[in-house]
């Protein structure tokens, strides 16, 4: 009897050990996922930033991973971006070296910035570079692993699964105010993803690029997002060969129609709903309102009746080049017309920021959207967002919101403008007469030295 009992349960046990072991996910792939780790790297940026009117750097660590040969370093926006002022790459043999900014995409969060190959050479520094996976080929379960810099931790590895492969965000980058999410969809995983992740890949066991983490869900566990590698891999060829994405707008945003399709008399997974107009946009000039329904686009029927279809729609129009016709099918009120739409170049509501310091004011540019939106008719595209107390523009009693429109009675349209007449006050220090325009209406202000 004892002996029948032992005989059981060395039974039960190898079969508890042959389960266990089926169920372990296997290790990565050792020379790919070798050769991966060798291309993450950590990214330390130091930002210029403008508050209230005083220009201060701040300085962040993310994460990133060299695609190329010639050391093009892919990461998100929102780690380096037009207001790096330095950027130092560590690689993988913890050697420092210098990059420079190539450009971004805030709306997809990406970025690419490009080794100092001169210094690599003179140093005899080597490193390796990894290759995108294609995302459009993962299944939900699919194992993957998180590689970054998380809290300056190198090369740090995280074990998840794809939880889901279609999410989506439409909103702003924390701390900028850009939009970002709409023209994507967003990877889902349970790796851990932490502060300083951001930029880092997430990868397959064979070591292929097929995310770049991006975000994470806060006071949450094992809630992390990554750009997927198809739309990574587009935009970065933008990138390096233009430093910038260009897209198309008309000046729509738009809601999925789920459980509304009764209200508004249409047939279920046909058409998507019109949000809202951005004013004096394309849209808004052809008399599009929200409310409407776009039923196709192009003679090219939609359908946005759940969130994660929207990015797909807004890309219909946003990958077609500026000046663009495009033809919408519109139902309003039972009734279906055809409106065309002169498609415009697509801009952020948010402009690029810069401060003079001598004159103690900081200054956005204002974007075409952000004009139409707060109404403002000017051909000058400069706000003061910032002044520093007790310099000259405090003391001729300047206000965040008022627009330069001259300066010593010389008009102000650009920033360039705005840079030569400081650049002649620095020169030659003396009082100035600046005319802005504020509440739209005149006003002026006296500049003058007082020793700043």
């Given at each position: 009897m004892k002996r029948a009992l032992s005989l059981l349960s060395g039974i039960c046990l190898g079969m508890l050990l042959c389960s266990c072991a089926s169920t372990e996910p296997s290790f990565p792939d050792n020379k790919g996922f070798d050769n991966l780790l060798q291309s993450v790297v950590r990214i330390d940026?130091?930002?210029?930033?403008?508050?209230?009117?005083?220009?201060?750097?701040?300085?962040?660590?993310?994460?990133g991973v060299i695609m190329s040969e010639d050391g093009m370093v892919l990461t998100n926006a929102h780690v380096a971006n037009r207001y790096a002022t330095k950027i130092i790459i560590t690689l993988s043999n913890l050697e420092r070296v210098p990059a420079k900014f190539i450009g971004w995409d805030h709306w997809t969060d990406l970025a690419v910035v490009q080794l100092d190959t001169d210094d690599v050479k003179s140093r005899n520094l080597s490193f390796s570079h990894a290759q995108f996976g294609d995302s459009a080929k993962l299944h939900p379960g699919e194992v993957v692993y998180a590689v970054g810099t998380p809290h300056g931790f190198a090369r740090t590895v995280t074990r998840g699964i794809i939880s889901n492969l279609h999410r989506f965000f439409g909103g702003t980058i924390i701390g900028s105010g850009y939009e970002t999410g709409i023209f994507n969809t967003w990877i889902q995983t349970d790796a851990a993803i932490?502060?300083?992740?951001?930029?880092?890949?997430?990868?397959?066991?064979?070591?292929?690029?097929?995310?770049?983490?991006?975000?994470?869900?806060?006071?949450?566990?094992?809630?992390?997002?990554?750009?997927?590698?198809?739309?990574?891999?587009?935009?970065?060829?933008?990138?390096?060969a233009n430093g910038r994405v260009d897209r198309g707008y008309i000046g729509i945003t738009f809601a999925p129609l789920q459980d509304m399709e009764k209200y508004f008399d249409v047939d279920a997974n046909r058409g998507v709903l019109v949000r809202n107009v951005d004013s004096g946009s394309p849209a808004a000039q052809a008399g599009i309102v929200p409310g409407d329904i776009v039923l196709s686009i192009n003679s090219k029927e939609v359908d946005g009746r759940f969130p994660e279809q929207l990015p797909g729609i807004m890309n219909m129009v946003a990958?077609?080049?500026?000046?663009?016709?495009?033809?919408?099918?519109?139902?309003?009120?039972?009734?279906?017309?055809e409106?065309?739409?002169?498609?415009?170049?697509?801009?952020?509501?948010?402009?690029?920021?810069?401060?003079?310091?001598?004159?103690?004011?900081?200054?956005?540019?204002?974007?075409?959207?952000?004009?139409?939106?707060?109404?403002?008719?000017?051909?000058?595209?400069?706000?003061?967002?910032?002044i520093r107390s007790g310099y000259p523009f405090a003391l001729g009693n300047a206000m965040e919101g008022d627009i330069i429109v001259s300066v010593d009675r010389k008009k102000i349209e650009t920033r360039e403008d705005l840079q030569k007449a400081y650049d002649e006050y620095c020169a030659n220090p003396k009082k100035t007469l600046v005319e802005v325009l504020r509440n739209h209406a005149v006003s002026f202000l006296v500049i003058e030295p007082n020793g700043n």
């Amino acid at each position: 009897m004892k002996r029948a009992l032992s005989l059981l349960s060395g039974i039960c046990l190898g079969m508890l050990l042959c389960s266990c072991a089926s169920t372990e996910p296997s290790f990565p792939d050792n020379k790919g996922f070798d050769n991966l780790l060798q291309s993450v790297v950590r990214i330390d940026v130091w930002e210029a930033t403008q508050k209230n009117g005083d220009s201060t750097i701040v300085r962040s660590i993310g994460s990133g991973v060299i695609m190329s040969e010639d050391g093009m370093v892919l990461t998100n926006a929102h780690v380096a971006n037009r207001y790096a002022t330095k950027i130092i790459i560590t690689l993988s043999n913890l050697e420092r070296v210098p990059a420079k900014f190539i450009g971004w995409d805030h709306w997809t969060d990406l970025a690419v910035v490009q080794l100092d190959t001169d210094d690599v050479k003179s140093r005899n520094l080597s490193f390796s570079h990894a290759q995108f996976g294609d995302s459009a080929k993962l299944h939900p379960g699919e194992v993957v692993y998180a590689v970054g810099t998380p809290h300056g931790f190198a090369r740090t590895v995280t074990r998840g699964i794809i939880s889901n492969l279609h999410r989506f965000f439409g909103g702003t980058i924390i701390g900028s105010g850009y939009e970002t999410g709409i023209f994507n969809t967003w990877i889902q995983t349970d790796a851990a993803i932490n502060p300083g992740n951001s930029g880092g890949p997430l990868v397959t066991a064979e070591g292929k690029v097929i995310g770049i983490n991006t975000r994470v869900y806060t006071d949450s566990n094992n809630l992390g997002f990554s750009v997927p590698s198809d739309v990574a891999r587009d935009v970065m060829a933008a990138l390096i060969a233009n430093g910038r994405v260009d897209r198309g707008y008309i000046g729509i945003t738009f809601a999925p129609l789920q459980d509304m399709e009764k209200y508004f008399d249409v047939d279920a997974n046909r058409g998507v709903l019109v949000r809202n107009v951005d004013s004096g946009s394309p849209a808004a000039q052809a008399g599009i309102v929200p409310g409407d329904i776009v039923l196709s686009i192009n003679s090219k029927e939609v359908d946005g009746r759940f969130p994660e279809q929207l990015p797909g729609i807004m890309n219909m129009v946003a990958r077609l080049p500026a000046g663009s016709e495009v033809k919408l099918s519109i139902l309003r009120n039972g009734a279906i017309t055809e409106k065309d739409v002169k498609s415009e170049p697509l801009e952020s509501r948010v402009g690029a920021e810069f401060t003079l310091e001598k004159w103690g004011v900081g200054i956005q540019e204002i974007t075409r959207v952000f004009a139409r939106e707060a109404r403002i008719e000017s051909d000058s595209n400069l706000m003061i967002i910032g002044i520093r107390s007790g310099y000259p523009f405090a003391l001729g009693n300047a206000m965040e919101g008022d627009i330069i429109v001259s300066v010593d009675r010389k008009k102000i349209e650009t920033r360039e403008d705005l840079q030569k007449a400081y650049d002649e006050y620095c020169a030659n220090p003396k009082k100035t007469l600046v005319e802005v325009l504020r509440n739209h209406a005149v006003s002026f202000l006296v500049i003058e030295p007082n020793g700043n």
